[in-house]
């Protein structure tokens, strides 16, 4: 299976530290997709990373890619309450449907 | 606003009865897709359509059908609604290839089978 695993399955931490997630995959892709969910909502896209591309920014998002070790790691610094959600990664593999996999994600709790 | 909107929001059904979950997308995309989500899981692809005229199996189809009625419209029904089908349903777009940049959710359909 080409689906993500996510690790912590759950994360919890004070405002203004940071948030690290990772996430693992078993088969060569073509893109690697992270997302947020907040409680009873869509999930929203947040940052893609292609297979070629070992680091991206956005914000106060990091994402980083390592294909020789088939992980990516989602950073979020500086967190915030508002920032409680939960996070999935997403595999795109090599076909050209655009057909995502995910992961179970992993929930982030920021206590204010 | 552009997006994707399911229709409905929520739904009880008797285990049995049918019905058709819609979803509409504006932003002109070539793919779309449904998923279903269940407590504590990530999303589980049922059937996907990479462009209009075409459908395909996802991971979970049993129980369900789809119709790419055009390039706005994928529907997903439910022949015979059954409690493993309690779930919520979220459609999503997207424009696959090398430019790809992410899916657009819609807010989901909240499906109880009793």
């Known amino acids: 299976s080409q689906q993500g695993e996510e690790d912590p399955q759950a994360l919890s931490i004070q405002e203004g530290e940071n948030a690290t997630m990772n996430c693992s995959y078993k088969?060569?892709?073509?893109?690697l997709q992270w997302y947020r969910q907040n409680s009873g909502r869509g999930l929203v896209h947040l940052i893609l990373i292609r297979s070629n591309e070992r680091e991206k920014h956005s914000g106060r998002l990091r994402v980083t890619l390592d294909t020789s070790k088939k992980s990516s790691s989602l950073l979020i610094t500086a967190s915030r309450a508002a920032d409680t959600a939960s996070y999935f990664c997403?595999?795109?593999?090599?076909?050209?449907?655009?057909?995502?996999?995910f992961g179970q994600g992993t929930t982030l709790q920021v206590k204010p | 606003n552009a997006g994707v909107t399911q229709t409905p929001k929520f739904q009880v059904l008797k285990t049995g009865q049918s019905m058709t979950l819609q979803c509409a997308q504006d932003m002109n995309h070539n793919s779309m897709y449904w998923y279903r989500q269940d407590p504590g899981m990530g999303l589980r692809l049922i059937y996907y359509s990479a462009s209009e005229g075409t459908t395909d199996k996802g991971e979970v189809p049993n129980g369900y059908n789809v119709s790419r009625l055009n390039k706005r419209e994928f529907s997903l029904r439910l022949e015979s609604a059954a409690p493993s089908q309690t779930s919520v349903y979220f459609c999503?777009?997207?424009?696959?290839?090398?430019?790809?940049?992410?899916?657009?959710f819609g807010s989901g359909t909240r499906l109880t089978v009793v």
């Open positions: 088969t060569s892709i073509n893109n």
């Open positions: 999503a777009s997207t424009e696959p290839g090398i430019y790809s940049y992410g899916y657009t």
């Open positions: 997403a595999i795109h593999g090599s076909s050209n449907t655009g057909k995502l996999i």
